[in-house]
């Protein structure tokens, strides 16, 4: 199954290319599906309302579906409050309604998460086009599941199966279900979906398409994007560049304009060298419908492809470097394109070591080599972090 999550920056026309994207795609005969949360924006360019419990009939071969983070934190949470009902009462806790539960922040990226997961494992879909947030918010929501399946696993840790294994005897004893087992139960059951999740996330069919406008300041704008992205792993397929007007207007005002987006669409290619970049014309307006959707599909050709999925198991980008014989270290390549020196952090901590990018971070256990050595050292150069590390004398295998 191939899988394109669409971002950009926001008002870059996303949600439009998406569509875009999607139609694309059941032109070609794929069983295509679209999935997005900015229902009023994607009812108006596909022309059609959407359902949010089951897959809307667009076109030929095309499905879209709107994801109800509201819903999904009701039947959530509602399910939570009964399982842990026992312990609730136990708090002397009142239950809450469903009629007085809103969704709080972040339920919308569960919801998205858990929508695409719901996807694969149906096996409908040739093809799923998801409509993300704003690419900032794509990067976190990325990480998410990786991040949340380490605090679990740090809060609730699975190896303590002898102390989970007395609880239901606990339970019996004390006459009341044991608030803890119930944690554990949870914890077991968040594990499974975000371990699902992951692996969709991590799937080789899936990439990331980057929308954007050929604004001032678009690439600026998208260098830490493009950064955060390459330091969890994710694959960027494409840069749309929307909306571009003609060249060669005699009005002065549309040819200063035509020429600053040049100057920008140049600044984006400089960018994103290994990236193809796709133009896609100004229509004069926002498209609505079908018909517009189509000759927006047209214009964009390339862009509003799906492009090919990658073969082959995922690699790890990080890659270790055998340097002993040489120099006496290990050196593991980390890829950043688009990474600077100012902002840019290492920190070891134990068996791992934290990076950080801008406002990106990501964790990662040190492979067992590097584990029995110190960081001697880092350095940024062409879009690679290096972090050189040297053998310990006291925990390196002596050599005969």
Not at 72 to 80: K, Q
Not at 283 to 299: N, R, Y
Request: aromatic share 4%; proline share 8%; with cysteine.
């Amino acid at each position: 199954m191939r899988t394109v999550l669409v971002t950009g920056p926001g008002g870059a026309g996303r949600t439009t290319l998406a569509a875009a994207t999607a139609l694309a795609g059941a032109r070609r005969g794929v069983r295509t599906l679209l999935l997005t949360t900015g229902g009023g924006a994607a009812e108006a360019v596909l022309g059609v309302p959407l359902d949010a419990d089951a897959p809307t009939p667009v076109a030929p071969g095309l499905h879209a579906r709107r994801v109800d983070p509201a819903d999904r934190f009701r039947r959530e949470f509602l399910a939570f409050q009964e399982r842990a009902g026992a312990a609730l009462d136990l708090l002397g806790a009142a239950p809450l309604d469903e009629d007085e539960l809103t969704e709080l922040p972040g339920s919308e990226d569960f919801a998205l998460l858990q929508a695409l997961r719901a996807a694969h494992a149906a096996e409908e879909w040739d093809l799923v086009v998801v409509d993300m947030p704003p690419a900032a918010e794509t990067v976190r929501l990325l990480a998410l599941p990786v991040q949340v399946r380490r605090y679990l696993r740090r809060l609730l840790p699975p190896e303590r199966q002898a102390a989970r294994a007395l609880r239901p005897v606990l339970a019996q004893l004390a006459g009341v279900p044991m608030p803890a087992q119930k944690l554990y139960d949870a914890a077991e059951r968040w594990e499974r979906e975000l371990a699902g999740v992951q692996r969709v996330i991590d799937d080789p069919g899936t990439s990331v398409r980057l929308v954007t406008d050929a604004g001032p300041v678009a690439a600026a704008a998208l260098r830490e994007v493009r950064a955060g992205l390459a330091l969890h792993g994710r694959r960027t397929d494409a840069l749309i560049v929307n909306r571009l007007l003609p060249t060669g207007s005699a009005d002065p005002f549309l040819a200063a304009l035509s020429g600053s987006q040049q100057s920008a669409l140049k600044a984006l290619r400089e960018e994103f060298p290994d990236v193809p970049v796709h133009e896609v014309a100004h229509l004069g307006g926002d498209p609505q419908g079908l018909a517009a959707l189509e000759e927006l599909t047209g214009k964009a050709a390339g862009a509003a492809g799906t492009g090919a999925p990658a073969e082959g198991p995922v690699r790890d980008p990080w890659t270790v470097e055998d340097r002993l014989a040489g120099d006496g270290i290990l050196v593991w390549r980390v890829p950043l394109p688009g990474a600077e020196r100012r902002g840019l952090g290492l920190v070891r901590r134990g068996d791992e070591i934290v990076v950080t990018v801008g406002r990106y971070r990501r964790i990662r256990t040190l492979p067992s080599a590097l584990r029995r050595c110190s960081v001697s050292g880092a350095g940024l150069r062409d879009g690679v972090l290096d972090i050189r590390f040297t053998p310990d004398p006291e925990l390196w295998p002596k050599s005969d």
